[in-house]
T-cell receptor, first 115, second 110 residues
Framework: GAVVSQHPSWVICKSGTSVKIECRSL??????MFWYRQFPKQSLMLMAT?????????EQGVEKDKFLINHASLTLSTLTVTSAHPEDSSFYIC???????????FGSGTRLTVV | QQQVKQSPQSLIVQKGGISIINCAYE??????FPWYQQFPGKGPALLIA?????SEKKEGRFTISFNKSAKQFSLHIMDSQPGDSATYFC?????????FGPGTRLSVLP
């Protein structure tokens, strides 16, 4: 139990385009999902917290107009990187609260490369 | 107060040895302390977790020791194997507040 599926696992896009990343809780309902960004050899940096049916709460310094988060259902949250630039290249990871793990289950991550 | 400190930053252990990673926190509101294992290019996977009402939890070769008064907790990996080579993150949480340590890169030499 407590499986979170993240898709795609990697994506390459051109500068100026938008990319959508999906995060699904497969066997539990996740009222809260979290989006992280991780740079090489560094820890996870929380970008935003999303609660189903409400607006996401962004961490300080994260541009909400650039990183659009939607949590329309109890099993799906999406992160859209709008007008991507090379500096947005990173490893993005979602996690969901709920399931058998008290706490958080993480997705497998998405490697975004903007060229 | 939200910070979780973790040491060492990197660790090299011989196969069969014991790997020990330490974490410390300040906020006494934290009530859940998980450890995550992350392989390159993958998301973190929950390894083992502990609540502050117990001082030790063991699952297979992995043991968490928890010292509530010192606000410290540690991960012990017994009989370390090359397959344990990964980055390990401690974390602390309460409610929706979830804080990761900076991570420890463990290398187990064959």
């Amino acid at each position: 139990g407590a499986v979170v599926s993240q898709h795609p696992s990697w994506v390459i896009c051109k500068s100026g385009t938008s990319v959508k990343i999906e995060c699904r809780s497969l066997d539990f309902q996740a009222t809260t999902m979290f989006w992280y960004r991780q740079f090489p050899k560094q820890s996870l940096m929380l970008m935003a917290t999303s609660n189903e049916g409400s607006k996401a709460t962004y961490e300080q310094g994260v541009e909400k107009d650039k990183f659009l988060i939607n949590h329309a259902s109890l099993t799906l949250s999406t992160l859209t990187v709008t007008s991507a630039h090379p500096e947005d290249s990173s490893f993005y990871i979602c996690s969901a609260s709920g399931g058998k793990n008290y706490g958080y289950t993480f997705g497998s991550g998405t490697r975004l490369t903007v060229v | 107060q939200q910070q979780v400190k973790q040491s060492p930053q990197s660790l090299i252990v011989q196969k069969g040895g014991i790997s020990i990673i330490n974490c410390a926190y300040e906020n006494t509101a934290f009530d859940y302390f998980p450890w995550y294992q992350q392989f390159p290019g993958k998301g973190p996977a929950l390894l083992i977790a502990i609540r502050p009402d117990v001082s030790e939890k063991k699952e297979g070769r992995f043991t968490i020791s928890f010292n509530k008064s010192a606000k410290q907790f540690s991960l012990h990996i017994m009989d370390s194997q090359p397959g344990d080579s990964a980055t390990y993150f401690c974390a602390a949480s309460y409610g929706q507040n979830f804080v990761f340590g900076p991570g420890t890169r463990l290398s187990v030499l064959p």
